[in-house]
């Protein structure tokens, strides 16, 4: 079951702020409050979906158009259009980075690692 009052659900009644990179009537995209990159930033639907599959499955064709239109403008604002990763993490027990909100959201990076972050992924894979 979706948890209407995440973070996330909060930042998008306008309840809690966000710096904001791109907004439409389907989706906003905002810094990431903890950036493992040079850039990193949160590209969300405003739709009630608690990951990728729920939003694949479920988003209509508008939701779906308005989420990668936010995606593409924010690239293009964010001056990324070649270079950047994009990261969606589903479940508390994924394998790599566990999801923390449980409101699908993608990571949109670009630049340098954090050094924490740097420190984090030598830790995971040089066990």
């Known amino acids: 079951m979706y948890d209407k009052n995440n973070v996330f659900a909060k930042m998008i009644r306008g309840e809690i702020p966000a710096n904001k990179v791109y907004e439409n009537d389907y989706a906003m995209s905002f810094h990431d409050i903890n950036p493992m990159f ?3 930033v949160l590209v969300i639907p405003k739709g009630e979906y608690k990951n990728i ?3 694949t499955k479920n988003a209509s064709p508008d939701e779906i158009i308005g989420f990668w239109e936010c995606f593409n403008k924010t690239a293009e604002h964010l001056g990324i259009e070649c270079e950047f990763n ?6 508390a027990n994924a394998p790599f980075i ?5 409101h699908f959201h993608l990571h949109l990076v670009a630049g340098e690692r954090s ?3 740097a420190k984090q992924l030598a830790s995971e894979f040089n066990q």
Do not use: I, P, R, T
């Open 38 to 40: 040079d850039k990193h």
């Open 53 to 55: 599959l729920d939003f």
């Open 86 to 91: 994009c990261v969606a993490n589903s479940g």
């Open 98 to 102: 566990k999801q923390s909100v449980f």
């Open 115 to 117: 050094a924490e972050f």
